[in-house]
């Protein structure tokens, strides 16, 4: 593949062995294997799984589990949960091969694609971003190992490299395509806002092909037929989400009425490093090597950029695919950079600006990344060795081992993934009461139509609580201790007067009693 670096002197470069890249890659999966083998499973992954297995048991989206989002996070987790029935393993251990084996088979398509689009003779830039793409799929996501960005990147990342390569005409096999292809269809419809990525690279090499067929190869067609298989999937298996979602659209309603959303966002670094390296592009851009490689990579970033901030929740892993592909344009950039200062008249000659300039790219290709990853982890290790979860999962495990329990909390790990520890098994259809702290909050807007909504809303999710206990029976219920604790924002709360508003739960909540209290959790247990 042509590139600027053909103009550039090449003499200085030292041909480039890959042994040791290698060798520091093969140590880096066995280390993230192992520090995952050694964590607690994120939250929304276990939540996942549960929720997947129930649907596989003929549950359905509206009386066994409430999850908003689409059913391809059922459809990419029924593999894991099959998995572990069929070699007697826990579901969190087959999860865990299965998206390394994802993740490896991804970065494997990665290679052989980068291996022909990377001149022979720059083979340290070819090892400089299989580091990169490496990392991204692999150490990134630290504690959101698995979650549904992370799968995500790992399935259309070779898609947006085969697009490098339609660019320049390059030879393409049908099966690389195909599979390219098909791949990127389950990634793409995991959230369908991911699409924005989509669309602006297709622009792309449309504007670089100048042809309109050019949108018609083989791996566009399959993501267009995934997503039209997908569609009358979600009809024909779980039609109960239609019925969801002017529920959905109400909820993230809610969650617009909050300022902390807007807060997030505009404080998330990673926001930031993504903006910081569209200006690289742009200061840039008369001497990008590969350009078509730099480009894409950056359409991709600005359209997970977009996907981000349409979201009415701001959550910090929503920045990974945003983030991974950032890093891939800032070490193409700073190889870039590199190779400019081999030549002598691009040298920075004056001490003060050479450091100054080597600095910010340290902070760029290696400091910030290393710091985001160094933050991702530190919460596995911490979760992990956290007291009061330890305390809760020994206690689950003393006593509701094999048992049905249910949490009335607003903090969805006080649930997952501690039942999955203690063998417990949580009856509700929730996997939090993540919605509650915004109920509460719209009785302080002051409008009929915020307390309207408020009503329906509570009416809701009162009977679905209830329905929820006179079905599972659950033998404990562990409830926040603390009122007016997190996201009630100091707004003072009482669960059992809350659900009491409906008789039904009154009655069911004569059988139960107070038992002890752990940390900030009250355990109740139910007497026959």
């Not at 048991?57 to 029924?78: A, C, K, Q, R, T």
């Not at 995500?152 to 390059?170: D, E, G, H, I, K």
């Not at 592009?281 to 490689?293: A, N």
Request: one cysteine or more.
């Amino acid at each position: 593949m042509a590139s600027n670096a053909d103009s550039l002197d090449h003499s200085q470069l030292k041909p480039f062995s890959g042994f040791w890249v290698w060798l520091f890659l093969s140590c880096l999966l066995g280390l993230e294997i192992l520090l995952q083998s050694q964590s607690l499973i994120g939250i929304d992954m276990s939540w996942l799984l549960h929720a997947t297995r129930r649907f596989l048991d003929g549950g359905n989206y509206w009386s066994d589990f409430f999850e908003i989002n689409p059913p391809m996070v059922l459809y990419i987790n029924v593999a894991p949960v099959l998995l572990a029935g069929f070699l007697k393993i826990s579901t969190i251990n087959a999860f865990r091969i299965y998206v390394f084996s994802l993740a490896l088979i991804s970065f494997c398509v990665c290679r052989r694609l980068l291996s022909q689009m990377i001149s022979p003779r720059d083979s340290w830039i070819y090892f400089l971003l299989l580091t990169a793409i490496f990392i991204d799929m692999i150490v990134l996501p630290g504690y959101h190992f698995g979650q549904r960005e992370h799968i995500a990147t790992l399935l259309v990342l070779p898609y947006f490299l085969l697009a490098v390569m339609r660019t320049s005409q390059s030879i393409i096999k049908t099966h690389d395509a195909i599979g390219v292809g098909m791949m990127a269809g389950v990634g793409f419809m995991i959230k369908p806002h991911f699409l924005f990525a989509f669309l602006l690279v297709e622009l792309y090499v449309w504007f670089r092909a100048k042809s309109f067929w050019s949108l018609f190869r083989y791996e566009s067609v399959l993501v267009g037929l995934v997503a039209v298989f997908y569609v009358f999937s979600v009809f024909w298996l779980t039609p109960e989400y239609f019925k969801l979602i002017p529920y959905i659209r109400d909820f993230f309603s809610l969650f617009l009425f909050s300022s902390r959303s807007w807060a997030v966002m505009l404080t998330e670094e990673k926001m930031i490093y993504f903006l910081l390296a569209a200006m690289l592009f742009f200061l840039m851009r008369k001497t990008i090597l590969y350009r078509d490689v730099a480009v894409i990579l950056l359409l991709a970033a600005l359209g997970f950029f977009l996907s981000y901030i349409v979201e009415p929740l701001y959550l910090p892993y929503h920045t990974i695919p945003m983030f991974a592909f950032s890093i891939l344009l800032v070490t193409l950039l700073f190889a870039g950079f590199v190779m400019r200062q081999l030549s002598p008249q691009k040298v920075i000659k004056k001490r003060f600006w050479k450091v100054w300039v080597w600095s910010f790219w340290l902070m760029m290709i290696a400091g910030f990344p290393a710091y985001a990853i160094y933050q991702d982890h530190a919460v596995m290790v911490l979760q992990k060795q956290s007291v009061r979860e330890n305390q809760l999962i020994q206690f689950m495990k003393s006593v509701a081992n094999g048992k049905k329990i249910t949490v009335f909390s607003t903090d969805a790990q006080n649930t997952y993934p501690l039942v999955d520890y203690a063998g417990a098994e949580s009856i509700s259809r929730f996997e939090t009461f993540w919605v509650l702290p915004y109920m509460a909050n719209l009785s302080l807007l002051h409008t009929s139509s915020a307390e309207n909504l408020r009503h329906q809303q509570e009416n809701f999710f009162i009977k679905a609580v209830t329905e929820d206990m006179e079905k599972g029976q659950p033998a404990y219920v562990f409830m926040d201790a603390i009122v007016g604790w997190g996201l009630f924002d100091d707004i003072p709360f009482d669960y059992i007067k809350f659900f009491e508003q409906s008789a039904q739960f009154r009655e069911i909540w004569k059988k139960y009693r107070y038992v002890t209290q752990i940390d900030d959790m009250k355990i109740y247990k139910r007497i026959e």
